[in-house]
């Protein structure tokens, strides 16, 4: 079970591991999505087009996505 400051010490431990995408440098947020904490790339949020993304090949797989914690369990 994570208590309140579990899910702050990994909030803040994920942060400073990865303050910045691995592929484009933007900073990284963090966001809810399926009961679960994701530490993403904050342009994940605004997305360009799939043909725009093709041209310039920036495919949304390759910028950083993890997991930090699951509220389920919360």
């Known amino acids: 079970m994570n208590t309140n400051?579990?899910?702050l010490e990994r909030i803040e431990?994920?942060?400073r591991f990865a303050p910045f995408c691995d592929q484009c440098?933007?900073?990284t947020?963090?966001?809810e999505?399926?009961?679960?904490?994701w530490l993403e790339c904050s342009s994940l949020a605004h997305r360009?087009?799939?043909l725009r993304s093709l041209l310039t090949?920036?495919?949304?797989s390759v910028h950083t996505s993890r997991t930090i914690a699951?509220?389920?369990?919360a």
């Open 70 to 73: 699951d509220l389920r369990a």
């Open 33 to 37: 999505r399926d009961d679960a904490l």
């Open 13 to 15: 431990d994920a942060h």
């Open 48 to 50: 360009p087009g799939r």
């Open 5 to 7: 400051q579990d899910i």
């Open 25 to 27: 440098g933007s900073p």
């Open 29 to 31: 947020v963090v966001v």
């Open 57 to 60: 090949l920036s495919f949304a």
